[in-house]
Nanobody, 122 residues
Framework: VQLQASGGGLVQAGGCLRLSCAVSGGTFSTYAMGWFRQASGKEREFVSTISWTGATYYAVPVKGRFTISRDNAKNTVYLQMNSLKPEDTAVYYC?????????????????WGQGTEVTVSS
């Protein structure tokens, strides 16, 4: 299974970006997907997750600003990030579980993408 994340970049505070994660070589439509991020010098943290039915859950710091979605026909999960803040600067990773259920714990995810870097300038 390969997860290919893309869409990162440099943006000013208040701006927006949309991350994409394309999954190939494995099941997508019936598995939960998640986004995590890791800032320099910090531990990886949960951002958002989506179940196979489209149920979503967000970390408190991004709730109301980020939206996770999935397109099962394209085997792709998205993370729309609005009202970006400098503290959102991190490498963002997409990940796949091998179960229907969502999770906020990185250890519950089996497959990981390579990460895409997001930098928000003040």
């Amino acid at each position: 299974v390969q997860l290919q994340a893309s869409g990162g970049g440099l943006v000013q505070a208040g701006g927006c970006l949309r991350l994409s994660c394309a999954v190939s070589g494995g099941t997508f439509s019936t598995y939960a997907m998640g986004w995590f991020r890791q800032a320099s010098g910090k531990e990886r943290e949960f951002v958002s997750t989506i179940s196979w039915t489209g149920a979503t859950y967000y970390a408190v710091p991004v709730k109301g600003r980020f939206t996770i979605s999935r397109d099962n026909a394209k085997n792709t999960v998205y993370l729309q990030m609005n009202s970006l803040k400098p503290e959102d600067t991190a490498v963002y990773y997409c990940a796949r579980r091998t179960t229907y259920y969502t999770s906020i714990f990185s250890d519950d995810y089996i497959d990981w993408g390579q990460g895409t870097e997001v930098t928000v300038s003040s």
